[in-house]
C-alpha cells in the first residue's frame, strides 16, 4: 500500500457511468484508506442519490463542464473514463491546469491526438498513467525475469487471444459504441482498439516494445460480423524493430466467452499470461508446468503513490505508443470486410440478453492465431480468404524521441494560451 498523504488526494472522475462505475466504486475503496478524496463527478446528467450512496454525507460536486468543475473543487488528479473522441480535449483541460490524470485506455482515438497529448502532458508538468490495469500485475516482470534468464529459450514471438461475447445491446449502450467515426470525427471502437485492447497492449508490454519507436511495421485483418461499423472479429501482427513478432486474433462474436491470454513463444517452452486473472502457466523442457497467481498494484493507487512519494508510475502515455501506432493502422485501414452470412449464426434473445452473432469456428481460428503467431488469411479461414493483410506504412519516428524519465514529448504551443473552452462529457 502506498504511503498515506496528509491530505487525501482530491480527485474529479469525468464519466462515472457505463465503465465509470467501476473507477467509482475503487475512488470509494481509497476513500475509506483515506488515500483519496471524491469532490466532484464530471456527467452530462448528475448521478442520483443511490449512484452516491456509498459517498453519502460528503457528496462530491456535480457539472457537465469538466474544466470549470475542476476549478471549482481544486482537484488535484482527475479519473478520465469517457468517450475515446474525448480523451485529448478532456486531458488537455487539466493539463492546462496542472491536474495530474488517470486516462482510460485507449489513450486517443489517433496518432495525431496521441501526440497531443504526450506534448500537453509534458508541457504542464503533470502525471499522466493510461489506464492499461494488466501493467500493475506482478506477473509482467515475473515473466520478463523468466525471459531474461531463459527459462524457454530464445523468444520467437508473442501471442495474444480474446474470444469474448457481446450482444447486440453492447453496440446499442452508446451512439458511439461500434463506430469508425462520427461525421469529421474519428472514434475507432474497434474490437482490437477498444474491449480487447489490453491483450494486445500487454502482448506489447511483454515483448518490451511499448513505445512507437519500437514498431516497425503494423498489419491488420479487420471483418464484421455485427451490422456496425467498427471491427469486431480482427487479428494484427506487429513487426518489432527487435525483429520479434506480436500477433493478436480476438473476437467479440465467440461461441463461447474465454479468458483472454498472452503467449510467449520460446524455442524451448512456452509462458501463457491470463492477464485478467494474474495467472501464469510455465511450461518448458525437462520440467513440469509450473502455475502461479500473482499480486496486483491498482493504478490509481500508483498514480497517489506516485504524488505523495514519487513511485515510478506504471503506465506512461509514452509506454503506449506502440499500442497506439495499431489504433492509427486500424484507423486508417480500409473498412472492416463484412463476413458473409453463413460465416456466422444469431443466437437468440434470453431474459437477460439480446440476440447475438456467433462466427462459426472462431474460438478455435483465435487460439489457432495464438498459437501458431498467424493471421486469419494464413490460417484458411473461407471469409478471410483472398485477404491480403493491410500494412501500415514504416512508422513515422517523432521529432525527438521522448525522454522516458520525463513526463513526455515536447511543449506544445497551444497550451500556452489554453485558458479551457466549456468542455462536456458522456461516461463511456
Known sequence: MPSLPTTPVPIVLAGARGHGRWHLANIRRLQHQGL????????LMPLDAGELDAFAGELPEQSADFGALLDSTGARAAVICTPIQTHAELALTAAGRGVHLLLEKPTAATRADFERILAGVQHAGIACQVGFQSFGSHAVPAIRQLVRTGAIGTVRGYGAAGAWVRDEAYYRRAPWAGRRRIGDTDVVDGVLTNPLAHAVATALELAGSGTAQDVAGVETELFRAHDIEADDTSCVRITTTAGVPVTAAVTLCAEQAGEPYVIVHGDRGRI????????VLVQRAGHGP????????????????????????????HRTGAFME?????????????????AWYTVPATDSTAPRRVVRGIDALVEAGADNLTLFSELGAPWARGSCPGEAPSVRPPTSAPDPTAPDVAPSPALESRTGPTTEVSSS
Open 326 to 342: 495499431v489504433v492509427e493502422a486500424v484507423r486508417t485501414a480500409a473498412e472492416p470486410r463484412a463476413l458473409p452470412a453463413d
Open 36 to 43: 483519496v478524496r471524491l469532490a466532484g463527478v464530471c456527467e
Open 272 to 279: 501463457t499470461f491470463w492477464y485478467k486473472q494474474d495467472r
Open 290 to 317: 509450473e502455475e502461479a497467481v500473482h499480486g496486483r498494484t491498482d493504478l490509481l493507487e500508483n498514480l497517489v503513490d506516485h504524488l505523495v512519494r514519487d513511485a515510478a508510475l506504471l503506465v506512461p502515455p
